[in-house]
Nanobody, 126 residues
Framework: VQLQASGGGLVQAGNSLRLSCAASGRTFGSYTLGWFRQTPGREREFVAAIRWSGGSTPYANSVKGRFTISRDNAKNTVYLQMNSLKPEDTAVYYC????????????????????WGQGTQVTVSS
């Protein structure tokens, strides 16, 4: 499975961006997809996740109500709609895929994911 993240960029605070993560190599089937972010000197941080088969979509408290994760089965693509962006959202955003349907408590843990995209930079200016 190859994951290609795109859609990052430089925006002013309060604006929006939509990140995309396109998968190739196989269809997602029973996979779990997640978005994480990382800033220099800090550990990779969970942002949001979604099961390809549906169900709950956990979010980090810091993005709840502002970010929305979704999927397009036909396009084998996962999206992260980011609204009301803040300077503290500045990070490299990574998409990740786990080869199984994770329980909700596991969806937030980076070590549960098997494949990672290359990351896309999001910079929010104040």
């Amino acid at each position: 499975v190859q994951l290609q993240a795109s859609g990052g960029g430089l925006v002013q605070a309060g604006n929006s961006l939509r990140l995309s993560c396109a998968a190739s190599g196989r269809t997602f089937g029973s996979y779990t997809l997640g978005w994480f972010r990382q800033t220099p000197g800090r550990e990779r941080e969970f942002v949001a996740a979604i099961r390809w088969s549906g169900g709950s979509t956990p979010y980090a408290n810091s993005v709840k109500g502002r970010f929305t994760i979704s999927r397009d089965n036909a396009k084998n693509t996962v999206y992260l709609q980011m609204n009301s962006l803040k300077p503290e959202d500045t990070a490299v955003y990574y998409c990740a895929a786990a080869q199984r349907t994770l329980i909700t408590s596991s969806m937030t843990r980076a070590q549960m994911y098997d494949y990672w995209g290359q990351g896309t930079q999001v910079t929010v200016s104040s």
